[in-house]
């Protein structure tokens, strides 16, 4: 069957835009589903139940015009969107950013004014200078603040660092798991660093760590 023109017009679109790599970024935070183009929109191609309990894949509109200049805000609509069915359970309607305007979003990572606050990857260059100010570079210490970096480093990286955003990105993580408890450590750590304010929000997500059972060996012995 030939492809029809405008499955290939959006095709070669999304090649221009660069929207591969985002899709392969929130991949690899475990947010699955790709991000496409239609009628010249960004959109989350995703399988999600809605609030009626109909499951199944479909294209979640993000309010955004599909341009280069509005991937990284596209990306950060994906994760507090991948947070809230997380929460959820549904796809919420209606979605996170309908009812806001650029400029008075409290959206991660919007287009509006801000109070000063870093890009992801400028707060992570402060991190490290922090983590390292007066510390000798031992293999221990090295293996620390790699375990430190690759937190951070699964926020989108030119997003402006907002409570929002991390907030977001812990929730995608299992609650009771250890990945939900160094997230939220790890943010909390960089946040305050920084000066984001409201770091109670992510204690408040910040379920404690639960193991789970091993099923040890009897060696035979009747107890």
């Known amino acids: 069957m030939r492809e029809d023109s405008g499955q290939k017009v959006g095709k070669d679109l999304a090649k221009a835009l660069g929207?591969?790599?985002?899709?392969?970024?929130?991949?690899?935070?475990?947010?699955?589903?790709?991000?496409?183009?239609?009628?010249?929109?960004?959109?989350?191609?995703?399988?999600?139940?809605?609030?009626?309990?109909?499951r199944k894949s479909r294209r979640v509109p993000l309010g955004l015009p599909?341009?280069?200049?509005?991937?990284?805000?596209?990306?950060?609509?994906?994760?507090?969107?991948?947070?809230?069915?997380?929460?959820?359970?549904?796809?919420?309607?209606?979605?996170?950013?309908?009812?806001e305007t650029t400029k008075s979003s409290g959206l991660p990572?919007?287009?509006?004014?801000?109070?000063?606050?870093?890009?992801?990857?400028?707060?992570?260059?402060?991190?490290?200078?922090?983590?390292?100010?007066?510390?000798?570079?031992?293999g221990a210490a090295e293996r620390t603040w790699s375990r430190l970096a690759d937190e951070v480093k699964r926020l989108p990286q030119q997003a402006t660092l907002t409570m929002d955003l991390l907030v977001a990105v812990a929730s995608t993580t299992a609650p009771g798991s250890r990945s939900r408890l160094e997230a939220c450590k790890v943010f909390k750590r960089l946040a305050k660093l920084v000066g984001v304010p409201d770091t109670e929000r992510l204690d408040a997500i910040r379920t404690p760590y639960e193991p789970g059972q091993r099923d040890l060996p009897s060696w035979g012995l009747d107890v």
């Open 109 to 138: 990572g919007a287009g509006g004014q801000r109070t000063g606050l870093p890009t992801v990857s400028e707060a992570l260059t402060q991190l490290e200078v922090d983590f390292w100010q007066g510390k000798v570079r031992t």
């Open 66 to 99: 599909a341009n280069s200049g509005q991937l990284i805000e596209a990306e950060t609509r994906v994760v507090t969107l991948a947070a809230e069915i997380g929460r959820c359970g549904i796809l919420p309607n209606p979605l996170p950013w309908a009812s």
């Open 19 to 54: 929207l591969d790599p985002v899709t392969v970024s929130l991949r690899n935070r475990g947010i699955k589903g790709s991000l496409v183009c239609v009628n010249d929109r960004l959109f989350w191609r995703c399988t999600a139940t809605d609030a009626e309990g109909v």
